[in-house]
């Protein structure tokens, strides 16, 4: 094998490992670091990879962003609520 192959291999893999990212609703950033942590691949590696991807995929990578920032958003919303829920339940219990 010669290095042109290997080097499509090892960028076709990096490709496959955001794709996984992707899957669990990562960010970029939360990526970049996954794959260095558990893949040894350096960040600026990831981050190539991720921005070539995003070019090839203009829409899809947009819809993904709306989304993961809709899904904090909601998030937010349970917590603020869950807060107000259990704030209710201790000023309950302290007049009982």
Known sequence: MNMDDSS???????HHLIEECL????SKEECMEALSKHAS???VITSTV?????KEN?????AYTRNRDQRATDMEKRQRIQFRVNANMREKGNKD
């Open 23 to 26: 899957i669990f609703n990562m």
């Open 41 to 43: 691949i350096k960040p």
């Open 58 to 62: 203009k829409e899809f990578f947009e």
């Open 8 to 14: 499509a291999s090892y960028i076709h893999m990096v």
């Open 50 to 54: 991720w921005n070539e991807l995003e």
